[in-house]
């Protein structure tokens, strides 16, 4: 690793600013776009029709004792799902909410890993990661009409099991509304505890220059990883896993981690070209800081392909039918299949050979459009596996909500970064390791 020279901050434009305003502004016409148009598209798409289905009522059910049709049924001996297989509209709500959530996650393990590592790279752009991660009490807030018995209903299947569900029966302890109330609660707690304690103690250390909070902060941090790992990893159970109650996968919260980070990092660059593009921390963050969070995308695309591709190959090989049932739903009609090889294609193959050079890194045109692109294949990551339980797979329940939901959480999404970011500096100024970052070269 080499060294640059060092850049002298005082004449570096490191605030938000007026930028404040703009951001509001676009989140706010963003916001209110996306949900005029979620109310008015889901109004003519039927999405508040609730008349017209009961997501927790199965036809079996509705059937009378000693009737043509209950003994029809048994008879036929209907299939009981773990899952819910009516669209509703907080079936995309879940979407947008998980997409705009492991975004900020990302964020958090990116200012967490920091201070375990101690690294000095990272430094320079560590208080954007700050103010990213600050926007988990946001995205609680998101999360909580879902968190109502109507929109449970509507979404997990172990909220009314069907009678005789001998799986969800045995997962009754867990699988508990008030429990999972409790352990939501749980979870956002820690993240905000987390967020909301480094992004302060960073902004205060602007202010006294006191390296003790820097020492502070890195001999918490394995503590903080420990925490995060084990609540991203029970909130990705909770929220998407368990929207079929009947499967499971040990590795399924690994996987939502792999995204989160690697979308984070594509984000993070977004953000960085963006405030470059309007005069702020124009010769601070330099390209071989871009360099590297490029590689941080890189070398994450490459381990959500592992994961993703472990999973997948340990289910096929065991070949067990509760387990291969709910990849064997996401090729039930060509659509489907269609999405999981956009998956492979557009999220592995295309970005690992996009990011490869480092020229491509280092250019704010090429790395914006494998940003952005890497943004939407985490949206449709989150689609893939929340949307197929639906018709058991053989129908593409798209609707134009499931846009427009997502413009309004962005909307939203960015009004909360801006009131993150402003009112301070946009680089932890007084870090002790701030020069290294500032002088930093790639080797």
């Known amino acids: 690793m080499g060294h640059r020279s060092t850049v002298d901050l005082s004449t570096e434009n490191r605030t938000l600013g007026s930028l404040s305003s703009k951001l509001i502004g676009l989140g706010a016409v963003l916001a209110v776009g996306g949900l005029v148009g979620t109310l008015a598209l889901g109004t003519l798409e039927g999405a508040f029709d609730w008349s017209g289905s009961d997501a927790a009522v199965t036809p079996h059910e509705e059937a009378t ?8 049924e048994g008879e036929h001996h209907e299939v009981i799902h773990g899952f819910v297989t009516e669209w509703s509209i907080w079936h995309p709500y879940l979407v947008s909410v998980c997409f705009f959530l492991t975004l900020t996650l990302g964020a958090l393990f990116f200012v967490l890993v920091h201070h375990v590592t101690n690294a000095s790279w990272s430094t320079v752009v560590r208080r954007i990661a700050e103010g990213v991660s600050r926007n988990v009490v946001l995205m609680a807030l998101l999360l909580v009409p ?8 509507h979404l997990y ?52 220059g006191d390296i003790n909070r820097t020492s502070r902060m890195c001999s918490v941090s394995p503590l903080g990883i420990l925490l995060f790992a084990l609540s991203i990893t029970f909130a990705a159970y909770d929220l998407l896993m368990s929207l079929d109650a009947h499967w499971f996968s040990t590795i399924f919260g ?36 871009m360099q590297d969070i490029g590689k941080m995308m890189f070398g994450f695309t490459i381990f959500w392909a592992y994961i993703a591709f472990s999973q997948y190959m340990l289910y096929w090989y065991a070949n067990i039918p509760e387990e291969t049932i709910w990849f ?7 659509m489907w299949g269609f999405w999981g090889w956009m998956l492979i294609v557009g999220r592995f193959f295309v970005p690992f050979l996009f990011l490869m050079s480092r020229h491509i890194k280092r250019k704010r045109l090429t790395l914006t459009i494998g940003a952005l692109w890497m943004l939407a294949m985490q949206w449709a990551d989150m689609y893939y596996l929340v949307m197929p339980q639906i018709s058991d797979g053989q129908e593409f329940p798209f ?4 846009v427009t939901i997502v413009v309004f959480m962005a909307g939203v999404y960015i009004i909360g970064l801006a009131l993150s970011l402003r009112g301070h500096s946009l680089i932890a100024e007084r870090d002790p390791r701030m020069p290294e970052s500032l002088a930093f070269e790639n080797a």
């Open 65 to 72: 004792p000693g009737s043509d049709h209950a003994e029809s």
């Open 146 to 153: 879902i968190l109502f018995p109507g929109p449970m209903e």
């Open 157 to 208: 299947k172990w909220f009314q099991p069907d009678p005789g569900d001998e799986i969800i029966a045995i997962k009754a302890s867990y699988l508990d509304y008030d429990w999972f109330l409790l352990r939501l609660g749980c979870y956002f707690l820690i993240w905000t505890i987390l967020a909301w304690g480094y992004h302060r103690s960073s902004v205060a250390q602007d202010q006294d």
């Open 254 to 289: 690994v996987y939502i981690f792999g995204g989160s980070v690697l979308s984070f990092h594509a984000l993070l660059a977004l953000i960085v070209i963006w405030l470059q593009s309007n005069g702020r921390l124009t010769r601070a963050i330099s390209d071989e800081h």
């Open 328 to 334: 064997l739903r996401r090729q039930g009609i060509w």
């Open 399 to 402: 609707k134009m909500v499931d």
